[in-house]
Structures are given as structure tokens and as C-alpha cells.
């Protein structure tokens, strides 16, 4: 009789001890982020001031009025051949492709606003996905938007080079993350913890 208690209280020890090691695994690792493809910026950046113009012609500031919201923000061109509608369309099936977006916004920034007006830019960002959001505005505005975000371009369409990075806005407006061309391809798999995290 005392054998038979014992090993039940040997079994019942161990099994409450299994329990204890499994919740102390979860919460170890919903606690500790997943290791991304972007790179993470040690020292985020506050993006503030950049006013801009979007699809409907409205003035937007890049920062405040998409404050909130997880902000994925791309700067490219209507007319690029290659690199502006292959990410855009990464971006897209990374949106596509989440349970729920609620809290996200997709932001691409023209480098060629003399030809990639407000109805323009609509249009292309548009067929990518209708939350989409373009931007554009003057010459001054535009450059004052890529220096903010460490963005380079030079040239005339329909040859503009010009840095191809996605950046990563967390939701107070702070660069968290960058992604290359190389990364962009992994941001569906990050954008649930992104989006848990920013």
C-alpha cells in the first residue's frame, strides 16, 4: 500500500514538474522575439515632419498620420522595370497573406514626382493592393523624405537609381528595421511578430 502511494507521488511530482518545464518554455519563448531578416537599427530613428502628398491629393505627414498603425514604407517609381514592382508585389503577398491587417499600413514614396503625379501613383500602387498607400509631392518634399530615411536616388526616368530598402516603422514612428532586397523576401514570415512587437 505504501509502494502504491509512493509511486504515485513520484508519478504525480513528476508530472506536475513536466507542466512547471512546459509553461516555463512557452513563456520563454513567447517572451523572446523571433530573430527577423530585416536588420534591427541599435538606435531607432524618429521620423517626424515630412509632409507629402498622397493618392487623393490630400497633404499627409508621413509620420503623424500614420501613427498607430506597423508602417512598411518603400521608396520607388511607376516607371521602374524591375526592383519597384517585384517588392511591391512581395509587399503585397506578405499583406495578403496575414490573418488580419489591422494595424498595418504599406506606404511607397515616389523618387520621380515630375511624372508619378497623385492619380498616377494611385493607380500603380493600387494594383498591387487597395490599402496601399502612395505618395508623392514636390521635388524639395520628396528629398527631404528619402534624406530622413537614409535614401538615395539620382537620375531621370525612366532611369532613377535608387536605394531599394523597405523600412520598418514601429507604431510611434521610430525606423526599427530595414530590409534589402535579399530580406524582403522573408518579411511575410516576420510581419506577425513585427506586428505583435512594434
Partial sequence: MLRGVSRLAWLSLFVAAAVLLAAGAFFFFMRSPAPVAGTELTNPVLVSGLDLVNQRGQSVDLAADFGGDVTLVFFGYTRCPDVCPLTM?????????????????????????????????????????????????????????????YVGFAGEAPTVAHTDMVVVLDRQGNMRYMYGQEAVISIGEDLPGLLRRL
Fill in 89 to 149: 508585389a512581395r509587399l503585397a503577398q506578405a499583406y495578403q497573406n496575414l490573418p488580419d491587417t489591422e494595424g498595418l499600413s504599406v506606404v511607397m514614396v515616389t523618387v520621380d514626382p515630375g511624372h508619378d503625379t497623385p492619380e498616377v501613383l494611385g493607380d500603380y500602387v493600387s494594383r498591387f493592393h487597395p490599402d496601399f498607400v502612395g505618395l508623392t509631392g514636390n521635388n524639395s518634399q520628396v528629398a527631404e523624405a528619402a534624406k530622413a530615411f
